[in-house]
């Protein structure tokens, strides 16, 4: 069934001939960790970012925060002491249309009305804001009311008629509205999103309330109804373990974005924020995760954020990110960080080989056709029968059995670069090496990774 706010927008789009905007630069200075100017480069792509405790990336997390309307009255008070009179964060588009908030900013000028729309609902998620889905804010273990959350959530979802959801003055009219878009709108959605990490339980339904507090004050419920294989369960956050709680998390707030970002114009600047969210999954459900942003979430521009070293070399290959590393530079009196451009081990090869150190251009090698074989293997087959870790020769084997075609005979070269090449240059070996093998050996991983899908090779 069509929804008429969607019916409502769609016209606008389509006779302005407008599209949708991205971000395709930031530049930050003077604000929060950020001492001098640093410019990061996504291109109009989504950004993953890796980056230790303390090294700017609750900076950049603020300052998209920012871009979305949030805490601009702020900016002057967040300012970096060190980092002289001047904060400003500006954000060029896909467009060449570019934006500056600075101790001023007010709002956005109706040349960035497109800016305007994700006040629906910002879209940034981190583990904390997961955490109200199965804690306990009001120090009880008995339930869980999450009539808090849902209510900021959906505080500027739109009415047919006009206005938004807290306009409303009439409490058993918000609560009837409430109940039927958790309950008949969102809950199928919610549901499949569930699926990807776990269909052992899902969501049977949304409680609706009204208690009253020990003044006699009414106190709104809405409560999370679990079924697991089909059994109610009774406190689900203390029956739920973590996995399965983040999963229910991240499952109700990505259909609610997907709702809520359904109901602004198509212009929009579709962005969706994640900082750190994957702590308590494991990586066979972190990669779940990168499913959902791939089926669901194809027109947002991701932002991912991560301080897990080994999730950022996984993520990387699987979706078409530009990819940044923060790390801690201390050699100055004041810490300042230190921001590099990520490349493909695939690159950093070529440069070892242009500088005809081919120790290292065959390490990186050895470690990028390592790094595609795991991102092309299930994970079950990246270990062997005692379910300890395959070395390359067992991946390549592995790999060979699942592919066809040009990418097999490719894997086969290889194999035997592998013994020639790879393992000699990554060993105390005295045999001779010869660039052009090390060449072809580089040529042939590019066109594996293109083979494969991953969009890592490079040209």
């Known amino acids: 069934m069509s929804d008429p706010r969607l019916d409502a927008l769609r016209p ?13 630069s930031i530049a930050i200075q003077g604000y929060r960790f950020f001492q001098q100017r640093i410019e990061l480069k996504p291109e109009a792509k989504n950004l993953l970012v890796y980056g230790e405790n303390g090294t700017g990336k609750s900076t950049l997390f603020r300052a998209l925060a920012l871009l979305a309307g949030r805490g601009l009255g702020r900016i002057a008070q967040e300012r970096n002491i060190f980092g002289g009179p001047d904060t400003e964060i500006e954000f060029g588009f896909s467009d060449g249309t570019s934006f500056v908030l600075d101790a001023d ?48 959530l959906f505080k500027d979802y739109p009415q047919i008629g006009g206005g938004k959801l ?80 983040s999963a229910l998390a991240i499952a109700m707030y990505f259909a609610s974005i997907l709702r809520l970002m359904g109901t602004v114009s198509e212009e929009s600047c579709k962005i969706l924020v994640l900082d750190d969210l994957l702590i308590s ?32 070399e996984i993520y990387r290959g699987k979706l078409e990110w530009v990819d940044y590393e923060f790390y801690l530079d201390d050699t ?23 500088s005809k150190d081919y120790d290292a251009c065959a390490l990186l090698l050895r470690k990028g056709l390592e790094r595609l074989l795991k991102v092309f293997l299930p994970l079950v087959e990246q270990h062997n029968k005692n379910y300890e870790e395959l070395d390359l020769a067992g991946l390549i084997g592995k790999a060979k ?7 097999r005979t490719i894997l086969e070269r290889l194999d035997t670069d592998r013994t ?13 090496i010869y660039s052009p093998e090390l060449k072809s050996a580089m040529d042939e991983l590019g066109r594996l990774l293109i083979l494969l899908g991953t969009g890592q090779a490079n040209s």
């Open 105 to 152: 900013s007010e709002g956005f000028p109706d040349a960035f009305a497109f800016l305007r729309p994700p006040s629906v609902f910002v879209p940034l998620l981190d583990y904390k804001r997961l955490l109200r889905v199965h804690f306990s804010a009001e120090g009880t273990d008995d339930h869980i009311n999450i009539y808090a959350m849902v209510r900021e």
């Open 281 to 312: 999954l494991d990586m066979s459900n972190r990669l779940h995760l990168l499913d959902i942003l791939r089926d669901r979430f194809p027109d947002f521009q991701i932002f991912f954020f991560t301080h897990d070293r080994e999730l950022f």
């Open 12 to 24: 606008v789009a389509e006779v302005a001939g407008l599209r949708q905007r991205r971000i395709a």
């Open 332 to 354: 100055g009196p004041v810490p300042a960080a230190l921001i590099k451009r990520g490349k493909t081990e695939l690159e950093r090869a070529k440069a070892f080989f242009a």
């Open 420 to 432: 020639h090449i790879l393992n000699p240059l990554c060993h105390m070996d005295n045999r001779s």
């Open 166 to 245: 807290s306009d409303i003055r009439s409490f058993p009219d918000y609560f009837r509205i409430l109940d039927k878009l958790l309950n008949e709108e969102l809950l199928g959605s919610i549901n499949e999103l569930i699926g990807y990490f776990d269909r052992e339980f899902t969501i049977a339904a949304f409680e609706f309330s009204t208690e009253l507090d020990v003044a006699g004050v009414p106190n709104p419920q809405v409560r999370i109804n679990i079924e697991y294989h089909g059994t109610a369960i009774d406190r689900y956050h203390q029956f739920l373990n973590e996995a399965r709680l």
């Open 401 to 407: 059995a699942r592919a066809t075609g040009d990418a």
